[in-house]
Structure formats: C-alpha cells, structure tokens
C-alpha cells in the first residue's frame, strides 16, 4: 500500500530524482523521459475518459491502470536484478498485451477498412483518444531509445506499441464506427 503524508520532499531540487531501485539520476535522463511520458498519456487518458462511456470508460480504467504499472515497471532500472530485489519490481507482461490486441480485433472487426488516413479529429471522444495515440506513441519511441543504452522490459515496449494502435482503433469506433472520421484529402489546399 502506497501512503504518500508529505508531497514536496525537495530532494529535487538540484535536478535529480529518485528511481524505483532508489539510485538518483538525473530528472532529463531517457529513463524519467520515458516514464514521465507515460504519465503524460495517462493525462491526456483522462481526459478522453471525460467523454466515454459505458464499455469504452471501462476499457480505459483498465489501460490507465496499466499505464501506472507502466511506469513502475520503467522507473526500477536493471531486469538482471529483479531476483535480488526485497519487493518483485512490477513488470508489464504478456497478457496486458494479448489484452490490447483482443481488445483492438473486437473493436476493428465491424469498421469499414481505411482507404484514405483519417485527421485527428470528428468526435469530443476521438480527437482526445487520437492525442492519447499521438503521446502514447512518444513514449514508445523514448522507451525504445532508452532500450538502447539501458535494460528495458520488452513487454514494455509492445504494450506501448500495441496501446498507440489500440486508441487509433478506438478513436474511429468513437467517430460513429468510422462513418464520422475526417478523411484527409492530400493536397486540398494547394
């Protein structure tokens, strides 16, 4: 159980932070990038939830709960070291994957195929799940960076692969099933 008394502890004040192993780094390093990000999705998340409803809300409590395991997974460094660990760190796994991509054939399965793409846009619903996409594909290309230099949990980097897809299917469902997505005309205004 989490129990958070005070909220500022300024022991960020010089520009570092504190990752879920307790080691300190700096607070513009990729790892606190990455994880902050995801927080920034999570954001944005609920706002879209302002305007779902039904089904939809409850798929998305799901995946803003995610997004905080997420992030706990991202914020304690170095896999190798999970065994030695005094709590098992909070990894993202398979099934929250599986999970997404159920969710995604479920919801694709009665929209018409795309034959233009689609502007952000049409409902309240779908342009704040198109921004949900739009951050939660930032936070893939972070974490993807981050894997580069640093251990990161595969897992991790599929779910916010498969999660970016998993709004832009939810957005159309958003625009009456698809009837109501803002096509983009190439070259329109020239």
Not at 34 to 57: F, K, P, Q, S
Not at 96 to 106: G, Y
Not at 127 to 153: G, K, Y
Not at 170 to 182: E, F, I, Q, S, T
Request: net charge negative.
């Amino acid at each position: 159980m989490v129990v958070l008394n005070k909220i500022y502890t300024k022991t960020g004040d010089h520009g570092e932070t504190a990752l879920g192993d307790g080691s300190r780094v700096a607070k513009h390093g990729l790892r606190v990038t990455a994880y902050g990000t995801v927080d920034e999705a999570n954001a944005t998340l609920g706002l879209a939830r302002l305007h779902a409803e039904g089904e939809m809300d409850t798929r998305l409590a799901a995946i803003q709960n995610d997004l905080f395991d997420l992030g706990a997974d991202l914020c304690r460094p170095d896999l190798h070291k999970d065994a030695e660990a005094e709590y098992p760190p909070l990894r993202m796994v398979e099934a929250q994957v599986r999970r997404l991509e159920s969710e995604i054939d479920a919801m694709n399965a009665d929209l018409e195929p795309l034959r233009s793409f689609i502007l952000p846009g049409g409902s309240a619903l779908a342009a704040h799940l198109h921004l949900c996409r739009t951050v939660s594909r930032r936070a893939e290309r972070e974490t993807v960076e981050l894997a580069t230099t640093d251990s990161v949990n595969p897992w991790a980097v599929k779910y916010l692969n498969r999660l970016s897809d998993w709004f832009f299917v939810a957005a159309r469902l958003a625009n009456d099933g698809g009837k109501a997505d803002v096509l983009w005309v190439p070259g329109a205004n020239r």
